[in-house]
């Protein structure tokens, strides 16, 4: 036993080193994330012509700027800040002229890194580890990426600092009369931050609430004493700055009182429900905070709080919303799959423009202009944040896994967890990010080859010519055989045609439906192989622009689908516009076609059903070939695309599990003693 003992030593020890070093490369990596990021907004900002960048930061102390002038600073309307914001910038007007543009954007990063790291210190406790050691990385990194942090570079705005004062003054500073005069100067700057006054009162912090008032008071009659006019302006004529910086019913203000005037509601009416609505959400969000302040969740509290600073603010633009990414640190959901729901929406509302996150439909257009509104609001009044006294906050419901699967080669599977999950995942998750990566591919497959330029044109041209005289060498070049042949038949074009236009996306979807429902294991492994040829048919756009048959010049192919194209205007009509006509090597409605009938003749259980699986991929490549919108080497290099991702997921999942067949249809059900860390 002695032995046994002395020698599992060493390799504990040596497990525990190879560990260590694993986390130290991983935090490093992400620091020089954060610094490459970091570098990049910068380096984006400083680049940019002087009159497309900091533009509401020389709005305040260029040449012209409102601060110069005689008059009001609020009667051009383009200042948006108190006049105690005012008062402190007026000495900046001439000493910070000629460095202003550098010394503005790196203060603003260096106030950016000290968010991060405070917040990365402010997380609840417990925490592991590695989790202190890679959160102020992290942290850091999602703030650059953030839409507010780069709005705010990009205007010169202040807005990050009402943000990181209150963080200092809950998490940093001793004492609460210091912890008030950090509160009390952001509500100077950010008044609805005087809604952390009654977070401290209700949580024991009394001194520090009075201070938090006080100071603001303090700054304020500073102000106007100094600005009387101006602050008659901005607290009297403006209502604390309603109106300022834009049009208030303009889809920049996500406030409450923005969404209401975009619903067509005006006057006493639109005020007073706005009122209303504004004092629920205020006294629901403090209620919920001071409860999160209690549980030991102080973080959580500010981010609850602050997102109802968002909310009931008449104004608020882009770049006051950090607020909604500090959310990301709650905690929802009793399963493991449940977990990332919350943390991957809040990340993605704050760093992707809503378009992406929402189909560009006139019946999603009320959700889409008011998205982040919408997740601020969650946030302060609805998202179910778990108490650090449930047994589910360290430790969520496992999932299910079955037994590894042998494989062909040693080192596979390189990510073994991948393959073997057997339970279904969070539907919520999966349909946002299947939106959101549609979304990019459109964006990336419109711009691979800068869509109508002559220069793209000319490209893609010469590779149809390169591809018809590979087919032609190859005596494959039956494009214009088989299209005028169709043509001629009348019921056999519109059959050809209807199923080009109305199958390339409902089948797909339908298949991931069928295995999310019926077959869990099997969704993840068909899903991650339809991802990753989905990623390298971009690379093919990207790579290799081409155009279609029926785009070729003289070469006569009829394009039974769009209608006859004017090649003498340079996007060939207006779908150009919509998509990048371009995008045809590899063909992806010949590979998604293809990866269905793989697909269901691997999974369906019996033979007609595997055959009709396969029918799919045969009519799909003689659609595409008859209407004119891919070669017959577009198809071959869907195939190609697909067999590569089948086999990248086997390198990363292994093969496919085979789990027994359940005798039930309900929910799954995992087994509670399964359980992995949080």
Aim: glycine share 8%; aromatic share 8%; charged share 15%.
């Amino acid at each position: 036993m002695g032995n046994v003992r002395h020698s599992g030593r060493p390799a504990q020890a040596l497990t525990s080193t190879a560990a260590g070093a694993r986390l130290r490369a991983a935090r490093l990596a992400l620091w020089a994330l954060a610094a490459i990021l970091a570098a990049r907004q910068t380096a984006a900002v400083l680049t940019s012509p002087s009159g497309d960048r900091l533009t509401d930061l020389e709005t305040w102390v260029g040449p012209e700027g409102v601060l110069h002038v005689k008059g009001s600073l609020y009667d051009s309307t383009r200042f948006t800040g108190t006049p105690f914001a005012g008062l402190v910038l007026k000495p900046l007007t001439r000493s910070a002229e000629a460095a202003l543009g550098w010394g503005w954007t790196f203060g603003t990063l260096l106030l950016v890194v000290a968010l991060g790291l405070v917040a990365a210190r402010a997380l609840p406790q417990p925490v592991s580890r590695r989790t202190s050691l890679l959160a102020a990385p992290v942290a850091i990194s999602l703030l650059m990426l953030s839409l507010p942090v780069r709005s705010t570079l990009w205007l010169g705005q202040t807005s990050v600092i009402p943000v990181l004062l209150v963080l200092l003054g809950c998490f940093a500073v001793r004492g609460q009369r210091a912890s008030g005069l950090c509160l009390g100067l952001a509500a100077a700057l950010q008044p609805t931050v005087l809604l952390f006054a009654p977070l401290l009162w209700f949580t024991g912090r009394r001194r520090a609430a009075l201070t938090t008032a006080g100071t603001f008071a303090a700054c304020t009659a500073l102000a106007w004493a100094a600005l009387p006019h101006d602050s008659v302006a901005y607290w009297v004529h403006h209502m604390a700055g309603a109106g300022l910086g834009g049009k208030a019913d303009g889809l920049a203000n996500q406030s409450l009182h923005g969404a209401l005037l975009r619903l067509g509601l005006t006057g006493p009416l639109e005020i007073t429900l706005f009122l209303l609505l504004g004092a629920a959400v205020a006294g629901l969000a403090l209620g919920r905070a001071v409860r999160y302040a209690h549980d030991g969740q102080l973080l959580l509290a500010v981010a609850v709080t602050g997102c109802a600073a968002v909310v009931v603010s008449p104004t608020t633009w882009q770049h006051q919303l950090l607020w909604v990414l500090l959310a990301v640190v709650g905690r929802v959901g009793r399963r493991a799959s449940d977990r990332y729901v919350w943390p991957v929406a809040v990340i993605l509302v704050t760093t992707l423009p809503a378009r992406m996150m929402l189909p560009d439909i006139p019946v999603m257009y009320p959700l889409r202009d008011d998205l982040v509104l919408l997740a601020a609001l969650a946030a302060a009044t609805a998202v179910p944040f778990l108490s650090r006294t449930s047994p589910h906050y360290q430790v969520p419901v496992a999932p299910r896994y079955a037994p590894r699967t042998p494989a062909r080669f040693r080192r596979v599977p390189l990510l073994p967890a991948l393959g073997r999950v057997l339970t279904r995942p969070n539907l919520l998750l999966e349909l946002l990010l299947i939106r959101v990566v549609y979304a990019a591919y459109q964006q990336v497959r419109l711009a691979a080859t800068g869509g109508t330029n002559s220069g793209g044109r000319a490209a893609a041209e010469h590779h149809g010519r390169l591809v018809l005289d590979a087919e032609r060498f190859l005596h494959i070049d039956i494009e214009h055989a088989v299209n005028h042949a169709v043509v001629r038949i009348g019921w056999l074009r519109g059959f050809f045609d209807h199923y080009y236009e109305s199958f390339h996306f409902v089948v797909p979807l339908t298949v991931l439906a069928v295995l999310y429902w019926r077959r869990p294991a099997d969704y993840r492994w068909a899903r991650a192989s339809l991802g990753f040829a989905t990623f390298l048919a971009l690379v093919g756009f990207w790579l290799f622009p081409l155009a279609p048959p029926r785009l070729m010049p003289d070469l006569g192919i009829i394009d039974t689908v769009h209608g006859v194209q004017d090649f003498s205007k340079p996007d060939y009509g207006t779908l150009t516009a919509l998509t990048n006509q371009y995008a045809a090597m590899p063909s992806l409605h010949f590979g998604w076609s293809l990866w269905c009938g793989i697909v269901i003749a691997v999974i369906a259980p019996k033979w007609w059903m595997k055959a009709l699986g396969l029918l799919h991929p045969l009519f799909t490549v003689s659609a595409i070939v008859a209407t004119g919108n891919h070669w017959v080497l577009d198809a071959v290099g869907g195939a190609a695309v697909v067999g590569a991702g089948f086999a990248l997921s086997y390198a990363f999942q292994g093969p496919r599990t085979h789990p027994a067949p359940r005798t039930t249809t309900e929910p799954d059900r995992e087994p509670a003693r399964e359980t992995t860390p949080g």
